[in-house]
Each structure stands twice: as structure tokens, then as C-alpha cells.
């Protein structure tokens, strides 16, 4: 079952830079690895992840294998306004995960 | 006692394959990109446009003992501001089977441009960072990294 983790500041100043950490359970397996009886493991990662404040996207990243397993991100944006953070996770296998968090802008 | 057990005997192994890793020894691998293969994966990224080397950071660490998972910092330095703002950061690694590592699309709305993840190298290798600037020019660096035991290659039990 996935799981995320995500890390908003809660409260900010208007025009505050604030950084946003993200940690999602996911195996990102890689496609180039083989079992002892030389099967190639099929590639099971997640290809993309979306970050939109209040509707807006605000930050987008494509992984690839190299990503290592349950993937991390830190990034920053600029406070705006109170509202919502959305997060989603899309992988291979019709993996689809999101999350969110709020935030107080003053 | 048998937990002690079993990590000593895996404290062992990781001993072993650290030694294995650290002297020249052929073995089977998957195919790995090749620097021409890194080339190409950047070309699919910035066409023809001329890549300058500067105004891109990468903290990674020279030496890492376990390439599955290496913390990884790509910091450019921009104003940020509407005229002037970086775009997104590109990762390309030498010689893991792929060259892609991941694409981050920032935006003038990130006021500051700075990524951080955590990547896997397959190997002792270089790892290319890349900017698109507002202006649609593309600023990179490179670093070195020194890998001893690798991530991708090993069996799955």
C-alpha cells in the first residue's frame, strides 16, 4: 500500500520562499535487474509527480530508474496565499497515488 | 544470537563485495549507456543549443559506498525573478543502463532554484547536471563520483 510523506510549513508570510519535501513508499524497481534464475524483474517505477498549489502547478518532475526506491524530493515555492497543496504520483502498473497538505499565509 | 549472526555474515559480504568492487574484475553486466549514449539523452533534452558550463551546482558526495541511494543537490543560480528564472533541471548520469536520472520543472513561481532527491549509480561515474534558464539557454556542471558497491546489477533473491 502506498504511503506519502509530505512536509509543508503550515503557517508563512506572504511572499515567503518555503520548501516542500516529499517521500513516497515505492519500490522503483528498475527493469536491469535479474532473479538468481536469470529473469529479468519487470520495471515497476514511478514516472511522474505533480506538486499544484491551489490549482496552479507549481512544480513537476519525470523519474527514471536512477531514481533510488521510495523517492524524495525537496523543492521550494513562494507563499502566496492560504490554500492547499496537492501531490501526485504516477507510475508504471497504473500506480496513482496523492496527497495534501494546507497552509496559512498571513 | 542469531540476528548477531546475520549481520556479521552480512557485514561480510558487504566487506566482500566492497574488495570485489575495488579491484578490476570482468563480469557480465546489462548493457550500459556509454558517454555517447549520455550525449544523445542531452541532445534529446536541449536540441542544438550550445551547453555553457556554470551557474549549476550539484552537491553529491565524491564517495559513496552504496549507490542505491545517493542524496543529490542541483542548485542554480538565478534571480528568479519574471524576466530572468530557471525553467528545469535536468540529471543525466555516464553509465548506469539509462542515462536519464530525472527532469524537474521549476518555474518562476519556485522563487529559488534547488532540487534535491536520491539517485542510484550504477557504477564509479559522472553525473551531468543541466539548467533551462527563461531564456532558453542551458547552463550545466559535472561531477565525479566514486562508487563502491554499486546499485542495479545485483540479483534479486
Known amino acids: ?106 | 544470537m542469531r540476528t548477531m549472526h546475520t549481520r556479521r555474515r552480512f557485514l561480510g559480504l558487504a566487506g566482500g563485495a566492497a574488495v570485489a568492487g575495488a579491484v578490476p574484475v570482468v563480469t557480465l553486466r546489462p548493457s550500459q549507456a556509454t558517454p555517447a549514449m549520455l550525449n544523445s539523452a542531452i541532445r534529446n533534452v536541449v536540441g542544438e543549443a550550445p551547453v555553457r558550463a556554470g551557474k549549476v551546482t550539484l552537491d553529491i558526495p565524491p564517495l559513496v559506498e552504496n549507490g542505491n541511494t545517493v542524496p543529490m543537490t542541483v542548485r542554480v543560480a538565478s534571480p528568479m525573478t519574471a524576466t530572468d528564472f530557471v525553467k528545469s533541471i535536468h540529471v543525466f548520469n555516464e553509465k548506469n543502463p539509462q542515462p536519464n536520472i530525472g527532469n524537474f520543472y521549476i518555474g518562476v513561481s519556485a522563487g529559488r532554484a534547488q532540487v534535491s532527491t536520491r539517485i542510484r549509480l550504477a557504477d564509479s561515474q559522472k553525473v551531468v547536471a543541466i539548467a533551462r534558464l527563461s531564456d532558453d539557454s542551458f547552463w550545466s556542471v559535472s561531477a565525479d563520483v566514486v562508487v563502491t558497491l554499486a546499485a542495479c546489477t545485483e540479483e534479486v533473491n
Open chain 1, 1 to 106: 500500500m502506498a504511503s506519502a510523506l509530505v512536509n509543508v510549513p503550515p503557517k508563512a508570510k506572504r511572499g515567503d520562499i518555503i520548501e516542500i519535501k516529499t517521500l513516497m513508499s515505492h519500490i522503483m524497481e528498475t527493469g536491469f535487474r535479474h532473479t538468481a534464475g536469470g529473469d529479468v524483474v519487470p520495471r515497476d517505477i514511478i514516472t511522474s509527480f505533480t506538486c499544484r498549489y491551489n490549482g496552479t502547478e507549481v512544480f513537476r518532475a519525470d523519474f527514471f530508474p536512477a531514481i533510488a526506491a521510495n523517492p524524495y524530493l525537496s523543492f521550494f515555492t513562494i507563499a502566496k496565499d492560504s490554500g492547499k497543496f496537492e501531490f501526485e504520483w504516477i507510475g508504471d502498473n497504473g500506480f496513482s497515488a496523492t496527497a495534501s497538505a494546507t497552509i496559512m499565509v498571513e
